[in-house]
């Protein structure tokens, strides 16, 4: 099992920027694939962007161009650079684990950090 915390979230005007980072522990991390979703009130939680253990992104087509996920092993942290931010990408923003290396499922989360974009 992975342990997951999230912070980096935060009050921010339209068309700023954000950095939101996922520190992990536990074992085994390195081996998952690593995901950022959101959920908005009353929407369903969203996958925003994923890093595979081979460094490949996807995007949401809502972020492409605007966020950014990287990685970095040596701290066991996941970061999710948002730019451009939109009143629109208000959610609370969770880490992601898969849970068995390969599978593509989401396991293991965060407690969630809050995102608001607004003037």
């Known amino acids: 099992q992975v342990q997951l915390e999230e912070s980096g979230g935060g009050l921010v005007q339209p068309g700023g920027s954000l950095r939101l980072s996922c520190a992990a522990s536990?074992?085994?991390?390195?081996?998952?694939?690593m995901g950022w979703y959101r959920q908005a009130p009353g929407k369903q939680r969203e996958l925003v962007a994923s890093i595979g253990s081979d460094g490949r992104t996807t995007y949401a087509e809502s972020v492409r161009g605007r966020f950014t996920i990287s990685g970095d092993v040596a701290k066991k942290t996941v970061y999710l650079q948002m730019d451009s931010l939109k009143p629109e990408d208000t959610a609370v923003y969770y880490c992601?684990?898969?849970?068995?290396?390969?599978?593509?499922?989401?396991?293991?989360w965060g407690q969630g950090t809050q995102v608001t974009v607004s003037s």
């Open positions: 536990g074992s085994d991390y390195i081996s998952r694939a």
């Open positions: 992601a684990a898969e849970g068995t290396p390969g599978s593509g499922q989401y396991t293991d």
